[in-house]
Nanobody, 116 residues
């Protein structure tokens, strides 16, 4: 089993920055890629950004140019640097890890609130 522990959420004014971090523990050798999703009230969970074990990154159009994902493939950690935050970025952010052999793993979520 794998556990994902997130940190770094909070309250910030529009235009500000936050950094989210996630660390995996347990059977981390089963992890193929990691990423961040978010879910706003009344909306579906959506991909924000992800990064493969080879370092390739992918971003949602809504965050391109503002968010940067980075990770350490050996340690199975992933971070999300969020800049120029907007009120519409307000959501619970979830760390995600792709399991090579079964269901993906999820963190407990961390709240990000951007005030206008």
């Amino acid at each position: 089993q794998v556990q994902l522990v997130e940190s770094g959420g909070g309250l910030v004014q529009a235009g500000g920055s936050l950094r989210l971090s996630c660390a995996a523990s347990g059977r981390i050798f089963s992890i193929n890629a990691m990423g961040w999703y978010r879910q706003a009230p009344g909306k579906q969970r959506e991909l924000v950004a992800d990064i493969t074990s080879g370092g390739s990154t992918n971003y949602a159009d809504s965050v391109k140019g503002r968010f940067t994902i980075s990770g350490d493939n050996n340690k199975k950690t992933v971070s999300l640097q969020m800049s120029s935050l907007k009120p519409e970025d307000t959501a619970v952010y979830y760390c995600n890890a792709i399991n090579r052999w079964g269901p993906n793993y999820w963190g407990q979520g961390t709240q990000v609130t951007v005030s206008s």
